[in-house]
Structures are given as structure tokens and as C-alpha cells.
């Protein structure tokens, strides 16, 4: 199930540096992780269905991929969103 616009709208006021900073990589990274945890719910009911798991599998190299290009630029923020998030590093 797709996030609800007042989902996105949390999500983004709380890692974005205005409401409308829709693009900034901790806010790409935080709505990618919400996607990610779904379909991760999704994927351990339905083990079968192997096109949400190759999705799975997309939306976390490109999570990786902004979180390595955050990493690169911006150390401090990296350390926020991973601890907020609590997820790997």
C-alpha cells in the first residue's frame, strides 16, 4: 500500500529543510525506507512473488546509493538520518 500524502508530509517535515524539500537525499532516503519496510512485509508473506522481491531488491541499491552520496557530503546529516531511521550504515 502506497504512503498517504500526510505520511509523506511527516516524513518530509521531518527530514527535509522546508515542507517543500521534496529532493534532498535524507528525504529520498527516509520515503525510500518506508517503501522499503511494505514491501519487506510483503515479500516474507507472499515468498513466491519474485517481481516485488526484485523491486525489493532495486529500491534498497538505490537507498545504498544515496546513502553513500550523503555519506560523501555531509557526515553529520548521514549519522541524523541513519540513527532516526535506524538502519545500517
Known amino acids: ?3 498517504t500524502i500526510k505520511e509523506k508530509e511527516n516524513i518530509v517535515s521531518n527530514f527535509g529543510e522546508n515542507k517543500t524539500d ?8 527516509a520515503l525510500l525506507t ?3 519496510r511494505e514491501l519487506t512485509d510483503h515479500v516474507i508473506k ?11 531488491v532495486m529500491l ?4 545504498k546509493r544515496l546513502m ?7 557526515m553529520e546529516k548521514y ?10 550504515g
Do not use: C, F, W
Open 1 to 3: 500500500m502506497p504512503l
Open 79 to 88: 549519522e541524523n538520518v541513519v540513527n532516526e531511521l535506524k538502519i545500517r
Open 60 to 63: 534498497v541499491g538505490k537507498r
Open 22 to 29: 521534496t529532493g534532498s537525499a535524507a528525504v529520498q532516503i
Open 46 to 56: 507472499h515468498k513466491k512473488d519474485n517481481h516485488s522481491r526484485r523491486g525489493l
Open 34 to 36: 518506508s517503501r522499503i
Open 68 to 74: 553513500k552520496y550523503l555519506r560523501k557530503r555531509d
